[in-house]
C-alpha cells in the first residue's frame, strides 16, 4: 500500500492501546481492507474485519483471509449469527474487530456513507466495549467502486480519520429491540459520516442513502412499467376489431 498510495493519517491516538474495541468504518473501495489495516497496524493493533463468506474460497485472498483470523459472514443461513458470536467473543478477548456497518460498498452517488446494518451496534451493547468512528477516503480513487482495473497516476493520498469512541451510554441499560439497534446504529453511521466531512472538507447529505429504500423505489418503477406495458398491449389487441367495424384509424 506504501507503494500505490500517499498518507495522511489522523487520529491514531483515539485507537485504543488495549482492549477489545470495535471500528466502525465506511465502505467506498473493495482494496479498503487493505488500506485501513495498514493503518490499524501502524498503531499497534491487528483488526479483525467480518467479511462475506465466499470470499474465503477464493484463491490468495481466502488462504490470506483464513490465515489472519478474519470472520466469515454467512448471510441467508442458519450460520448467519455465528459471525456475531465469533465478534463478541474476539472483542472478549481484548481484540479489535473492524466492521463496515453499511454491508457493501455504498451505493451512495457521491461516495457518503450509507445507512447501516445493525451488527456492530449489537456486538458493542453487548460488550459495552468502545466504538471508534473510523472514515478514510483515498482508496476509491485508486479503485473506484465496481471498477475493475485500478487508476495508479496520479498517485492518490490515503486519508484516515479516527474519531473518538461513540457514546453509546444512554443505550446500555435498555432492552435490545430492533428500535434501539436501529437508532444506536444511526448514531455510530452519523458519528463515521462526521468524519468523512472533516476529511473532503464538505457536508454530506442531511438524508443519508438507504438502499432498501431505493429498491422498494426500483420495485415501484418496475411494477409500474409492466402495468404500462399491459396496458399498451390490451390496447394494440383492440385495434384490429376496432378497424374491421370501421371504427379504426
Not at 480513487?141 to 496520479?154: D, G, Q, R, T, V
Not at 418503477?221 to 396496458?231: G, I, M, S
Request: aromatic share 8%; charged share 30%.
Amino acid at each position: 500500500m506504501v507503494v500505490l498510495l500517499k498518507r495522511d493519517w489522523r487520529g491514531m491516538e483515539n485507537i485504543p492501546a488495549e482492549g477489545g474495541f470495535i471500528a466502525a468504518v465506511n465502505h467506498n473501495s473493495h482494496i479498503d481492507p487493505f488500506a485501513y489495516a495498514h493503518f490499524q497496524y501502524n498503531t499497534g493493533r491487528v483488526p479483525r474485519f467480518l467479511a462475506k463468506s465466499g470470499l474465503f474460497n477464493k484463491g490468495f485472498i481466502g488462504a490470506a483471509m483464513r490465515g489472519t483470523g478474519q470472520i466469515p459472514v454467512y448471510r441467508e443461513s442458519t450460520d448467519a449469527l455465528s459471525a456475531f458470536r465469533a465478534a463478541i467473543d474476539a472483542v472478549e478477548r481484548g481484540e479489535c474487530v473492524a466492521f463496515y456497518p453499511e454491508g457493501t460498498l455504498t451505493r451512495d452517488p457521491d461516495g457518503w456513507p450509507m445507512t447501516g446494518k445493525t451488527g456492530a451496534a449489537r456486538v458493542a451493547l453487548q460488550t459495552k466495549c468502545p466504538v471508534i468512528p473510523v472514515a478514510q477516503w483515498g482508496a476509491n480513487e485508486l479503485l473506484p467502486p465496481y471498477a475493475k482495473k485500478p487508476s495508479l497516476l496520479p498517485r492518490k493520498t490515503h486519508r484516515v480519520l479516527a474519531g473518538p469512541p461513540v457514546d453509546l451510554d444512554r443505550f446500555y441499560e435498555r432492552e435490545m429491540t430492533p428500535e434501539l439497534l436501529k437508532e444506536a446504529t444511526e448514531v455510530i453511521m452519523a458519528a463515521v459520516t462526521r468524519q468523512l466531512e472533516q476529511i473532503r472538507g464538505e457536508k454530506a447529505p442531511e438524508t443519508p442513502y438507504d438502499p432498501r429504500r431505493e429498491r422498494i423505489e426500483q420495485r415501484r418503477r418496475t411494477h409500474a412499467q409492466r402495468r404500462d406495458e399491459r396496458t399498451q398491449e390490451r390496447t394494440r389487441g383492440g385495434r384490429p376489431a376496432a378497424r374491421e367495424e370501421g371504427l379504426g384509424t
